[in-house]
C-alpha cells in the first residue's frame, strides 16, 4: 500500500512514518522544512526507496502544486492529512487575529487543498481513502471550557470541510474520515500529555484500515469511537 503523509518530521506524523514502514508500507513524507527533512533520512537507509521525502508547506499552492506534481506519477491507496498547528491558546481578550488567521489556513485550508491536488492519484489507488487528524477539540457538543480559540475553530472548520467532502465523493467511492489522536506526547502536546504517539498511531491505523464507505464523514477517535459533533 502506498501512503502519503503531510506533516510527517515530527510527533504523530513521525510515528505514523515509522509503523507504516515497519509493516511494509511505501510512504511518501511531506514535510516543512530541510531540517524535518534530515530527521526522516536516516529511515531511507533501513528502507531505501520505499519512502520517499518530499517539501511540502500546505499554507502555500505553490508549494503543494509541487508536491503533488512529485506524489501523483503513481497512484495514492491512502493519503493522511497530518500537518497542523496549536495556534496561540489565549483569552478572548488576547486573541490575535493575524495568528488565528494561519492556524485556520494550515489546520482547515490545508488539507482540504492537499487532498483536491492529490485526488488523480487517489482516484486511481486501491482502497482510495484519505484520513484527516483532526481533535476533539472541535466538537462543538463537547465545548465546555474557554480559551484556545484558533485550535478550536480551526479544527471545528476542518470538521465541517471533511463532512461536506464525504458526500461530494462518496459517489466516488473515495472514504473520508477525521480522527481525534487522543491527548499526545509530541512537542504540540506538551509535557502533561498522558498518550504516547506510538500508542496513539497504532489506534488510528487499526481505524484507518478498517474503514470503508460506511465510515465515510465520520469522527473517531484512536480508539474507534465516535466522537460527537
Known amino acids: 500500500m502506498r501512503y502519503v503523509i503531510t506533516g510527517a518530521s515530527r510527533g504523530i506524523g513521525f510515528e505514523f512514518v515509522q509503523q507504516l514502514l515497519r509493516r ?88 482540504l487543498r492537499v487532498t483536491s491536488a492529490l485526488l488523480p492519484a487517489l482516484r486511481r489507488g486501491a482502497v482510495r481513502k484519505v484520513a484527516h487528524v483532526s481533535s476533539r477539540m472541535g466538537s462543538v457538543s463537547s465545548n465546555t471550557e474557554g480559551g484556545a480559540y484558533a485550535y478550536r475553530m480551526s479544527k471545528a472548520a476542518l470538521n465541517m470541510g471533511v463532512r461536506t467532502l464525504a458526500n461530494d465523493l462518496r459517489a466516488e467511492g473515495l472514504t473520508t474520515v477525521l480522527l481525534h489522536p487522543g491527548w499526545v506526547q509530541t512537542d504540540m502536546g506538551g509535557p502533561q500529555a498522558t498518550l504516547p504517539a506510538v500508542d496513539s498511531v497504532r489506534g488510528m491505523l487499526r481505524v484507518i484500515d478498517g474503514m470503508g464507505p460506511e465510515h465515510s464523514g465520520r469522527f473517531f477517535d484512536y480508539q474507534g469511537e465516535e466522537v460527537p459533533w
Open 24 to 111: 511494509g508500507d511505501t510512504v511518501d513524507a511531506g514535510v516543512r522544512s530541510p531540517e524535518g527533512a534530515r530527521r526522516l533520512e536516516p529511515l531511507t537507509r533501513e528502507v531505501g526507496n520505499r519512502l520517499r521525502i518530499h517539501a511540502l508547506d500546505v499554507e502555500s499552492d505553490a508549494s503543494i502544486r509541487s508536491f503533488a506534481a512529485d506524489v501523483c506519477a503513481a497512484p495514492v491507496d491512502v493519503l493522511i492529512n497530518n500537518a497542523g498547528v496549536s495556534g496561540l491558546w489565549c483569552a478572548f481578550t488576547e486573541v490575535d487575529y493575524t495568528d488565528l488567521a494561519r492556524t485556520l489556513a494550515v489546520n482547515a485550508l490545508g488539507p
